[in-house]
Nanobody, 120 residues
């Protein structure tokens, strides 16, 4: 499975962005999907995850209530809607797939990352 993340960019604080994660192949719906991020000088951290059918989601405390993860299995694509962005959300965002939903970093497949910069 190959993943292509897109949708990053420069946005002012308080703005919104929607990230997309397009998966190749026909097995996207077999995997839980997660979003992670790595800010400048920081370790990669969990942001959000969704199960295979979109019936269960989980978020990190720092984004809960502002970000929404979703997926469209018919399009082999996952999304991360980011609202009320803050400068501390600045990071490279990665999507990843795993057989079981988790906030851990041990996902099997990773995308290349898309950069998000939030200006104050």
């Amino acid at each position: 499975v190959q993943l292509q993340a897109s949708g990053g960019g420069l946005v002012q604080a308080g703005g919104s962005l929607r990230l997309s994660c397009a998966a190749s192949g026909r097995t996207f719906s077999s995997y839980a999907m997660g979003w992670f991020r790595q800010g400048p000088g920081k370790e990669r951290e969990f942001v959000a995850a969704i199960d295979q059918i979109g019936g269960y989601t989980t978020y990190s405390g720092s984004v809960k209530g502002r970000f929404t993860i979703s997926r469209d299995n018919a399009k082999n694509t996952g999304y991360l809607q980011m609202n009320s962005l803050k400068p501390e959300d600045t990071a490279v965002y990665y999507c990843a797939l795993r057989s079981v939903i988790s906030s851990r970093l041990d996902y099997k497949y990773w995308g290349q990352g898309t950069e998000v910069t939030v200006s104050s």
